[in-house]
């Protein structure tokens, strides 16, 4: 292991990123005795979780970004990310937009809270971190493999594109990924989700590393209810355990789950996957190295097409502008950055003029199609205590619905069972503790239209909590959207990081294919929980909130919301021909044979499983590629 004291500017691979894709590239190229460089945007990795945590617990705002760097605020306002070297977006600017002479906290619109220069009609609401990788340091675990017909929507359901690769070319890579992360689930459980599935879905001989996750008492609660009737068709209810990374038993020198509900921002004990285990694994090998504090800024490209250097500007902190600059050469190079990061690095490598519209974009299509998938967020309380705020927060799925004809119409969406109470919906247990402290009613729990709210203490309070916060339970329905060349990455013209790189320019909107999801959506999560017996508390969006829009259900106008998923997908999609793509099937782009584009930034279509299982099959699956080609 040599971090940050890289002896050699030079080496067989260029790795930029060392997230997921980055990480399980590096460790295999490193097996294959093959010298690798990781350029590595943010800091280096705090040598103890415990350093992350406390950062955690004196957090202001217990966000998924608080427990890492850069710094939240400066001076008790949000960090402006133009004095900050290596941005990155957080939930706390997804706030209204407001006047610019009198700018409110967290408004969405303000270059001087949000990283993201967002222009579109909608906020792109998923962020992700620029250490260790991407959204996978604070991932929730859930590592589902796409469905056969998800790399294939032209072709089974007329809609969008098909990939250049089918579920047979990647069904080795999931086991190998699997393998590689440590997923607990059980095949059998997998096998009758509720989809229709091929044989040879999984090997006949093949099994998870681990068992899966037993269901929550939330999972149970649900699983009661096992059809729902919508628009006068019935629709199957099947709730199936969600396979993850995180260990059920003792693995890769992890430790066994304990259920601490803080999956996301960070496991506090290590239980679940995170690409530093790879790291540690590549580092190893003796092959491969590392550079911190390292942003990539030009791909530089000879007049045949092969790229030759990769450009860099290092920093010793994240508040203090720098000059030190460098570049590296290597005969591959990878770009691993996230699906943000990856098309402004490209677009920002113009060559002198040469490559104008950046590098591997003669198509055009660079930082176009942006995908996620956005939630709808649906939360009520059993007739009974279900005992969340217990177990990992997420452990079943409802995963049948992820597939039908209706995909000629509207997009699927699978339907996450949360374990964490009302913490994503209304920040609980905190809101609704405050509520009956004080005699206020944000969470809607104290008090009603016909009797107003009550101020507790004592034994009351302790009572009235132990009943409503041991019923509270969600569903999130994470919907499939459509691939849209409006919805892109670009570079702003006007704001800079404090190294003087423009920021990410997003737009971003929802079309009728998804919205026609959110109908789809609501209907069942009304009809799920009337078939529980359970009191739905989901609120209508606030007339000023950004990530609203308006739908029509039974012919009434409704306005809804949605969240961001954290899947941020489809920038640099992979195809059939460099007419329709930016990369082949092997993530190879098709103006520069030895560089290669990694990630879910490949997508083609953000299809119906959450993304990290998948791209890291197809980062496996591509340093098998590098391997044969270097030899």
């Known amino acids: 292991m040599c971090a940050d004291k890289c002896s050699t500017l030079e080496a067989d691979v260029v790795i930029v990123g060392s997230g997921i894709a980055g990480a399980l590239i590096a460790k295999q190229l490193g097996l294959a005795n093959k ?14 979780i415990n350093d992350y945590m406390n950062r955690f617990f004196r957090a202001s705002a217990k966000v998924p970004e608080s427990p890492y760097t850069p710094e939240l605020f400066t001076d008790g306002r949000l960090t402006d990310p133009g004095t900050v070297n290596a941005g990155r977006p957080t939930v706390l600017t997804l706030g209204p937009k407001t006047p610019e002479k009198n700018r409110g906290f967290g408004d969405w619109t303000d270059p001087k809270q949000a990283y993201l220069i967002q222009k579109g009609r909608l906020p792109f609401a998923s962020t992700y971190e620029r250490i260790n990788g991407g959204t996978v340091r604070h991932w929730l675990g859930t590592s589902l493999r796409n469905l056969p017909s998800d790399f294939k929507m032209q072709s089974t359901y007329g809609r969008f594109v098909d990939w250049p690769i089918s579920y047979d070319d990647l069904n080795e890579w999931y086991g190998k990924a699997e393998h590689e992360i440590g997923v607990s689930a059980d095949k059998q459980d997998q096998e009758k989700m509720g989809v229709t599935l091929p044989p040879g879905f999984f090997p006949q001989q093949y099994s998870y590393p681990m068992p899966g996750i037993p269901l929550s008492l939330v999972d149970q609660a649900v699983d009661k209810v096992k059809s729902v009737v919508v628009d006068n068709e019935m629709v199957p209810v099947k709730v199936t355990g969600t396979p993850a990374g995180r260990n059920s038993q003792p693995y890769q020198n992890r430790r066994v789950c304990a259920g601490n509900t803080n999956c ?26 590392i550079s911190y504090r390292t942003v990539a800024h030009e791909i530089l490209v000879s007049e045949s097409g092969r790229v030759e250097e990769i450009r860099f500007k290092k920093y010793e902190k994240d508040s203090v502008k720098s000059d030190q600059e460098g570049t590296v050469r290597a ?7 996230n699906a943000i990061e990856t098309p402004r690095l ?66 699927a969406f699978r339907i996450e069972i949360g374990n964490e109470g009302w913490n994503f919906s209304k920040n609980d247990p905190s809101n609704t503790m405050f509520d009956f402290i004080n005699g206020t009613n944000y969470s809607g729990l104290n008090g009603d239209d016909k009797t107003k709210p009550v101020a507790l203490s004592g034994r009351a309070l302790a009572m009235k909590l132990n009943d409503v916060l041991s019923r509270q339970f969600r569903l999130g329905f994470l919907v499939e959207q459509s691939p849209n060349a409006g919805n892109r990455v670009t570079l702003s013209k006007q704001h800079t990081d404090l190294l003087g790189l423009p920021r990410p320019e997003i737009r971003y909107d929802l079309y009728d294919y998804e919205k026609r999801s959110f109908v789809a959506a ?9 078939g529980m017996g359970a009191r739905q508390f989901t609120s209508p969006p606030a007339p000023d909130e950004p990530a609203s829009f308006d739908v029509e259900i039974d012919g009434k106008r409704t306005p809804m919301m949605f969240f961001g998923a954290g899947h941020i997908v489809g920038t640099y999609r992979m195809g059939f021909n460099d007419e329709d793509s930016v990369v082949d099937g092997d993530q190879r782009s098709w103006d520069h044979p030895n560089l290669y584009l990694v990630g879910s930034g490949t997508f083609p279509t953000v299809a119906t499983a959450n993304p990290t299982l998948t791209l890291a099959a197809l980062s496996l699956r591509t340093a098998d590629r590098i391997a044969k080609d270097l030899r």
């Open 264 to 289: 996301i921002p960070i496991c506090p004990i290590g239980a679940k996957y995170d690409p530093s285990f790879t790291l540690a694994d590549a580092f190893r090998t003796g092959n491969v190295c």
């Open 346 to 411: 490209l677009l920002m490598s113009t060559n002198e003029g040469r490559t104008p519209w950046g590098v591997a974009n003669s198509t055009g299509l660079v930082g176009k199609n942006l995908m996620d998938h956005p939630i709808y967020l649906a939360w009520a309380l059993a007739p009974q205590p279900v005992y969340g705020y217990r177990g990992p927060l997420s452990t079943a799925g409802i995963e049948n619905m992820r597939d039908g004809n209706f995909r000629r119409q509207r997009g």
């Open 522 to 530: 609501k209907k069942i999560a009304d009809k799920i929980f009337d």
């Open 331 to 337: 005969k591959v190079f990878v770009i691993a950055a």
């Open 35 to 48: 010298r690798v460089l990781i350029l590595e945007a943010g800091a280096e990795l705090l040598p103890d």
